[in-house]
């Protein structure tokens, strides 16, 4: 068999307000999944702006919700509505470079093991994005949720990224903005858990692949660029608050057979503070942003 003969790419690309982001992503799309056929599933968050229509104009078909059900639950309609081998999950507002996706597949088909994997991530102005991270403890994430922001060097902010991989290696998580799956690893942890509305949902899916005994992994050799902060442009509040909570259900998740189990109502105050302080910070910049 010929190299993409009989294999075939389904891309899941849920969309939410991201006609702006849409035009440069389709436009990268054939020539990053070439020779590979490519199936592309639309499911669209109930969008006021043209998402669906450019969708289907490239070719998509696309699911239409009557409500926002979130990027987990979208994800698995998408899933749902293709047979194909490889699930691609990709943010409206990435670029993926040319044979960026077929190298991940023909990465991903050198190992039955890998049940996930990701590229490397830079920003569109080329600076690198963190990405194959490691799950962090209660320490490391304390002090990465207090510090982040206004030291980014700190010593938990480093351990929390890890070291930059420089040869495909196994990894705790990868960036959620481009994610290629093992149709049979998908299916063998249910899709992407629901529970989680936005946020650390790639998270918990690379969790439950270690659980199951899959491989996540990151291929340093494929890099496609992503529009930091491109999703907080719309419902910015809401999105801070699905960040937090989604953060305090993926601490519970993970710790769910641990002593740490303990500290969650800690943890929760923590998330509530660093939550509010966030949503002050985006209050004052719309503000400013306004005058």
């Known amino acids: 068999m010929s190299r993409g003969e009989g294999t075939s790419v389904g891309l ?70 293709t047979d194909a081998e490889w699930i691609l999950v990709a943010n409206p507002d990435t670029w993926l470079a040319p044979g960026s996706i077929a190298g991940l597949v023909e990465t991903a088909m050198s190992d039955d093991g ?27 994430g304390t002090a990465h949720a207090l510090l982040g922001g206004v030291w980014p060097g700190n010593p938990a902010t480093r351990r929390y990224f890890g070291e930059p991989v420089t040869t495909v290696s196994a990894v705790d998580w990868i960036s959620g903005c481009c994610m290629l799956f093992r149709r049979s690893a998908f299916d063998a942890i249910g899709g992407f858990d629901t529970r989680y509305f936005l946020y650390f949902e790639e998270t918990k899916a690379a969790l439950d692949m270690h659980r199951a005994g899959w491989r996540v992994v990151l291929d340093p050799n494929v890099e496609i660029r992503h529009r930091e902060g491109g999703s907080m442009r719309s419902a910015p509040f ?35 503070v660093r939550g509010a302080i966030s949503g002050l910070r985006t209050a004052i910049t719309q503000r400013i942003a306004r005058q």
Not at 114 to 140: E, N
Not at 240 to 245: D, E, N, T, V
Not at 263 to 271: D, K, Q, T, Y
């Open 12 to 81: 899941i690309l849920v969309t939410y307000q991201s006609a702006e982001d849409l035009p440069p992503f389709l436009e990268s799309l054939p020539a990053a999944v070439a020779p590979f056929a490519l199936d592309v599933v639309g499911v669209d968050n109930v969008s006021a702006d043209r998402s669906v229509e450019l969708v289907e104009a490239f070719g998509g078909r696309v699911i239409r919700n009557r409500e926002n059900v979130g990027l987990a639950a979208a994800i698995n309609q998408g899933a749902a509505a």
């Open 114 to 140: 890998i049940g996930m994997i990701g590229p490397r991530v830079a920003r569109f102005d080329g600076t690198q994005y963190s990405t194959g991270r490691r799950f962090p403890s209660l320490t490391v």
């Open 238 to 272: 809401r999105k801070i608050r699905c960040h937090h909570r989604s953060a305090l259900r993926f601490y519970c998740d993970y710790h769910r057979r641990s002593p740490w189990l303990v500290f969650a109502p800690v943890v929760a105050v923590g998330l509530v």
